[in-house]
């Protein structure tokens, strides 16, 4: 019967989906010259007769060969966008969504009203258009309100190998329903489309497609790439090392392109700003490179009349932790290097490293050897990136400084040289404390080796590894999905919202550990954004009700906000009380990392000392005005961020002010969008409260101050801590410290925290970070008694308070309140209160 229906479904397919027409497309003489070149034109045939054949189909190639820019147009050709139905790519990147849409509308001559793309905040999508190229984030939201994805009849799933999350769970979701878009006679093709990387999760996979679909190889051409390792390896200053290397190899080596790789954004300007005082390639050539075209010579000819200035400046401290996660879109990226530039205030001026090494003072300059120098990350603007593409003027050796972008996204023409740290930006998470930062490790073996590919492209290449072989052997072969490295408690909404209610059932390419799928339905039942299970019946019934507990309407509130759930709770409950555009403003300055300028750093001269601090006095009197005065006090660090944000919009938001009042303008802009953002969330899902984004914002009111503090602690109810209590208080460990029901070690408030003199016996924090004490960040007063009737998911309540329900209670007795799994151990006393 099974095979049947299989059977019915293939002449369905074969009978509705083989396209009869052709659709010509006119591309020039020179584009269809280099098409040609691309491996992947000659698998055109094989790819085009296995989707015809098949429901799905895997195409595996080189980076380089043509996938991305190639097989939408094939598709077009053979009439698949001819229909109603439109041709969609995903990319994990927004850089290769807006370059590759770009570069495929220049291919085939059509405009971008035809092949457009679509990212989180912006897109040119019209009525016309036929390709569609976009985030994974933005198919997965086109889920959550089409679950048949009715408008396409292809999903291109790019660059599957990076496994970022959303990509892992759109093909799992796609497994599902294209073959019930078959079923239904609405024929859909899916293409999962990878680097020439491990596939066997995707095909072999029993729970993702039960007949495994074809993979279909594009061959490249690749020419030997000679890899040359370090001897020794640096373990700080593997940017200064790469800046020696390159200085070799454009020194020493034959003409070719040289493209290095580094983790991110802030490295990224570092290193191109070293190379270009190295060898300048025209006066004054910015990061931005206006003009690219100008003669080199000229430009050279200016440059050696240029005074030259040498700058100094100051290690940075690292503060790239923060708690929010990402929901909508998955570009870590892109992330990562929000955050980085966030940090990264002190443009121009901080050429810090420099000094020391002879090649990068003024006197070596070497204006004889142009080198023309190109950023290259996913923030950088479109036509910044496209030039990478361009050749380098002529005379000039192109020079590209890229983040992992350049791993296999984007194909950059001419590079013979690589030079490779080795090393990656990815986000980490504490398993206990749910606390995410990122950090630099190192990469995987298939990672490296991709890497140096991108040296043999055009000809035999070199690439050069600035770690030794013995390193090399201890990299992981291949890098981990990154769905089994990050809580997944917002994916558990975002699927419970799509009506996926057995996750752990759902066909994920690699599965979270179930670890992590119990700890997520737990927080999200804890927030009200899952049903509790029942705790009769059976245990093994029991756990499985566990594992599937089923979306309340709260959560599907919170499921439509752009934040973390502990913050959509924040928003959903900010609904309810009187206060919402105060908690929209809390949540947008608490998911936006560190809004105040680090004055702490150390001063790189007397005047810039001294200036620091007037500027770290007049930060902290601001501070104490910002945090208010009695009831608003206890709001603590939360009063403080509303406080900078209020008076901040009521000055205009200017550069000036946030300048003068120790606010980090562009931390400020950030916040004023994602309010916009949330309060835009909050009225579609609930139109009839009807906010309006006034930038400005009165003081709130005592009595919202006392609302918002509850809001806060709904939302952050296991980021409960108390001080501790009169017995450990002995121990000098414990002076003022902080017990958690997390760990063993007290946690403690930071001196810059409004709350640091009061020490409120409870306090809620937004996260903790280690620095020379664990210090919790983000502290807030609540009261005991809020506690059982606003966390009683957290509460035990014990007799006398059992009959007639234990939500009853009279003002005897005590209320214990305790966590019930192996974390939340404390058996706290409470005040026993009527709810
Ligand atoms: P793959 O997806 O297999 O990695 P692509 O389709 O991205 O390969 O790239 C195919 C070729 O197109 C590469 O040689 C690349 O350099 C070229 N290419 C891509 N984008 C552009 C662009 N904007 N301008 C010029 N060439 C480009
Ligand atoms: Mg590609």
Known sequence: NEKNSTDEE????????????????????????????????????????????????????????????QVPQFLYEAGYASGSGIIGITEPRRVAAVSMSQRVAKEMNLSTRVVSYQIRYEGNVTEDTKIKFMTDGVLLK?????????????????????????????IGLLSRIVPLRNKRGMPMKLLVMSAT???????????????????????????PVTIHFNKRTPLEDYTGEAFHKTCKIHRMLPSGGILVFLTGQAEVHSLCRRLRKAFPFRRGHSVTGEDDEADGSEAMRKFKKAKQKKTVSLPRIDLDNYSALPLDEGDEDREAEVREEEEDNDDEGSDLDLGDHPANSVENADPSLPLYVLPLYSLLAPEQQAKVFRSPPPGARLCVVATNVAETSLTIPGI???????????????????????????TSQASANQRAGRAGRTEPGHCYRLYSSAVFGDFSLFSEAEITRRPVEDLVLQMKDLNIEKVVNFPFPTSPSAEALVAAEQLLVSLGALKEPPRTGRVQEMERARLSCPITPLGRAMASFPVAPRYAKM?????????LPYTIAVVAAMTVR???EDLDRPAGSEDESQKLTQRRARLTQMKKLWAGQGASLLLGDLMVLLGAVGACEFAGCTPKFCEENGLRYKAMLEIRRLRAQLTNAVNAVCPEVGVFVDPKMTPPTEHQVVCLRQIILAGLGDHLARRVQAEDALDPKWKNGYKTPLMDDPVFIHPNSALFKTLPEFVVYQEIMETTKMYMRGVSAVEAEWIPRLLPQYSHFGSPLESPSPWFCSTTGTIRCHRPSTFFRVGWQLPAVEM
Request: proline share 5%; hydrophobic share 40%; charged share 30%.
């Open 197 to 223: 990387l491990r596939v066997e999760d995707f095909t072999e996979n029993q729970r993702l497609f039960r007949t495994p679909p074809p993979v279909v190889k594009v061959d490249a051409r690749q020419f």
């Open 142 to 170: 086109e889920i959550q309100k089409d679950f048949l994805l009715q408008r396409y009849s292809v999903i291109i799933i790019d660059e599957a190998h990076e496994r970022s999350v959303y990509t892992d769970i759109l």
């Open 10 to 69: 293939k002449v369905q397919v074969k009978r509705e989906s083989q396209p009869a027409i052709f659709i010509p497309v006119h591309r020039s003489s020179e584009i269809q010259e280099a098409r040609l070149k691309l491996p992947v034109l000659a698998e055109e045939q094989v790819i085009m007769e296995a989707v015809k054949e098949n429901p799905a189909v895997v195409i595996c190639g080189e980076t380089g060969s043509g996938k991305t820019t």
């Open 594 to 596: 560190e809004i105040f």
């Open 571 to 579: 928003l959903a409950l900010g609904k309810q009380q009187d206060c």
């Open 416 to 442: 013979k040289y690589v030079v490779d740290c080795g090393r990656v930006k990815k986000r980490f998470y504490d398993r206990v404390t749910g606390v995410s930062s990122f950090k630099v490790t190192w």
